[in-house]
Every structure is written in structure tokens, then in C-alpha cells.
């Protein structure tokens, strides 16, 4: 192995990710962007010695292979972990400069793998359409899905992109999502501000199965999730929930 590949391994394996796709999709990543510094001619370079004149090169290099401005943005938060754990901050300003967020298309969400991972067996998935998966609705052709053979899992893509909503999951977990999605879609829907309302019911949710913000959406949970939120969600209203964010509130107000 490389002196910059073991390095960075050995970083990664000091500063792991809570979450371990997180941590797999940055570990490949950091992977792929040790070897394009390699064959820019960084030779015998290690982690600690990343310098704003890799920065530069990469970018360098990735405009001359025509990535989009939103590739590039990709490519950041992993440069932004590495220079931070290895204690050169200074070089966080340099990396923001490096894509102008108004010439992308569209946002991308950076901080998940952009390729579908199976529920599980937590492997990568396969990026097909609807003619394979539903061979006989004609209608959903269109529509791209992430699999995974071995389980027989999918999930959906966030339109226009490709990246999935979340873990493909089988048809038990499916299910499950869909009765969860029964018992959730009520309390938000028909309310006045209601993407607000969704994401205080998902807050809801977060706070009481001791999940990251990021981690709490029903696109992710597994069976056993779902069912929990369920039971959770059971009794609750609209209103108890606007009533529990105001306590909170209040709570945080006078601690
Ligand atoms: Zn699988």
C-alpha cells in the first residue's frame, strides 16, 4: 500500500464516522482522491502533508475532466474532513472557494453516498428502471430505482437525480414503511405550514429513538424502526406535537 493510502486509512480509522455508510462512502472517496494525487505525480506524499497545492490540482484536474460544479462540490466534504483532522483549518476557506454553489443545477446532498446501499446486507446497490422491476406497469418505466440482487431489496430516486431516498429495503420492510407512512402522512399533509409540520414529526421520531437528524426519515428505517415509530406516533395529533415542541422551548429557555 502507498504511503498516502496508509495513511489516510489510518486517520479514517482514528476519527470514524458515528455512521458507518458515512464513513464507508468517505473512506471511498478519500481512496479515489489519493490516487488522482498519486497520478498527478505526489509522489511519497503523506496524509499530514496535504497542502493548498493539492487542492489546487485536484480541482485543476477535475475541470479538465469536465466534472460539473456539483461533482466537484461532492468531492468536499471529504477534503474538508481530511484537512481538518489533520489539523490545517486554515485550508477549510481555501476548499470553499473552490465552487461557486450558484452555477450548480441543482444542490446535491452531499452527505450521503450518492450510489443506493441495501438495508440488509448494507452493500451498494444496482441503479436500474422501472421496466425491470415492474415489468408489467408500463406507466413506472420511467421510474429509476436502486436494487439489490441478493436481497431483493429497492428504494426510489429523488427526481431529477439519481440518488437514493434512502436504504433499499425488501418487500417486509416495504410494508412496513408503507403502514408507518399510514399513521405519519396525517399528521402533516393537511396542515397549513406543512413541511414544517413534517419536520417536526420527524424531529418527534429522532428525539425518541436517539437518532441523528439525518438518520430519522422513513425511507431508512428498517422493520423493527418503522414499527416503533408507529407505536410512537399512535396518539399523537397535530397539536400534542406543536404542544411538545413548545415544551421544549420552554425547557431550553429556562435551563
Ligand atoms: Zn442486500
Known amino acids: 500500500m502507498k504511503k498516502l493510502h496508509w495513511t489516510l486509512k489510518k486517520l479514517l480509522e482514528e476519527y470514524p464516522d458515528d455512521d458507518y455508510i458515512v464513513h464507508k462512502y468517505r473512506r ?35 475541470r ?30 481555501e476548499l470553499s472557494k473552490l ?37 408489467h406497469r408500463p406507466d413506472l418505466s420511467d421510474l429509476l430505482l436502486w436494487v439489490c440482487d441478493p436481497c431483493f431489496a429497492k428504494v426510489g430516486t429523488h427526481k431529477p437525480t439519481t440518488n437514493p431516498l434512502g436504504f433499499a429495503a425488501n418487500q417486509e420492510t416495504a410494508t412496513a414503511r408503507k403502514q408507518l407512512h399510514s399513521v405519519f402522512d396525517p399528521l402533516w399533509e393537511n396542515e397549513e ?7 417536526l414529526v420527524y424531529l418527534y421520531l429522532g428525539t425518541h429513538m436517539g437518532l441523528y437528524p439525518h438518520e430519522s426519515h ?4 428498517s422493520k ?24 421544549g422551548a420552554k425547557k431550553q429557555a429556562t435551563s
Open 224 to 247: 423493527k424502526q418503522c414499527e416503533e415509530a408507529a407505536l410512537l406516533l399512535k396518539n399523537e395529533t397535530p397539536g400534542s406535537l406543536m404542544n411538545w415542541k413548545k415544551q
Open 64 to 93: 479538465e475532466e469536465g466534472y460539473s460544479e456539483a461533482e466537484i462540490y461532492n468531492e468536499l466534504p471529504s477534503l474538508r474532513w481530511w484537512v481538518i483532522h489533520i489539523r490545517k483549518k486554515n485550508l477549510l476557506a
Open 99 to 135: 465552487v461557486e454553489v450558484d452555477k450548480m443545477r441543482y444542490p446535491e446532498n452531499t452527505k450521503y453516498p450518492q450510489i443506493g446501499t441495501c438495508l440488509h446486507c448494507r452493500m451498494d446497490c444496482r441503479l436500474t428502471d422501472g421496466s425491470e422491476v415492474y415489468p
Open 218 to 221: 422513513i425511507a431508512k428505517f
Open 28 to 62: 471511498s472517496v478519500l481512496r479515489q482522491q489519493a490516487d488522482r494525487l498519486l497520478s498527478l505525480g505526489f509522489r511519497g506524499m503523506l496524509a499530514k502533508s496535504f497542502k493548498l497545492k493539492h487542492i489546487n490540482a485536484l480541482a485543476t484536474s477535475w
Open 193 to 199: 405550514k406543512k413541511l414544517m409540520m413534517r419536520d
